[in-house]
C-alpha cells in the first residue's frame, strides 16, 4: 500500500516533493528546512508522495542526529507511517555513527506519542532550543 525511500535532495524533483509536502503538512507557516542537510525520506501511495522526514545533525546533542521533520498529508494519517519513517530514519542514523536521536514536539500529542511508541523518552536539555512548553525527546541508538 505504502512504500518509503530514502531520497536525494539534490535532485530538483525530490527537493520540490519534499516543499510541497512541508507546506501541505507543516501549515502553520514552520520554517522550512535546508533540504540539502541530513537524510530524507519520502512515503509514497502509487507514484503520489503522501509524507517525509528528516534527519539532521544534531547542534545540540554531541554525536546525535534531530529528527527534524515528519509529515503526513492528512489522509494517510493513522496508517503507521510517522513510526515507519522514524524507523528508518534510525537506521540510517546507526549507519552514519550517531548515537542517539533527539527531536522536539509542541502541542502535538499525536507525534509524542509516537515518539514514545519508539522508545523515545523525554529529557531536559542543558541549552533549550525551542519554545517554553516544548517537550524534548531522546532516544539511545544501542
Request: aromatic share 12%; with cysteine; net charge positive.
Amino acid at each position: 500500500m505504502y512504500r518509503i525511500r530514502e531520497v536525494d535532495p539534490q535532485d530538483e524533483e525530490v527537493s520540490d516533493a519534499l516543499a510541497e509536502l512541508h507546506q501541505l503538512t507543516f501549515c502553520d507557516g514552520t520554517r522550512v528546512p535546508d533540504f540539502e542537510q541530513g537524510y530524507w525520506w519520502i512515503a509514497f501511495r502509487g507514484l503520489k508522495p503522501i509524507a517525509f522526514a528528516g534527519v539532521v545533525p544534531s547542534t545540540h546533542v554531541a554525536n546525535a542526529g534531530y529528527l527534524c521533520r515528519v509529515g503526513v498529508v492528512m489522509q494517510h494519517c493513522g496508517h503507521g507511517l510517522q513510526v515507519r519513517l522514524t524507523r528508518a530514519l534510525e537506521a540510517r542514523a546507526r549507519r552514519a555513527g550517531w548515537k542517539a536521536i533527539v527531536s522536539d514536539t509542541t502541542d502535538n500529542r499525536y507525534s509524542a506519542n509516537n515518539f514514545i511508541r519508539r522508545g523515545y523518552r523525554l529529557f531536559e536539555p542543558a541549552s533549550p532550543w525551542a519554545w517554553q512548553h516544548t517537550l524534548y525527546w531522546r532516544k539511545e541508538l544501542v
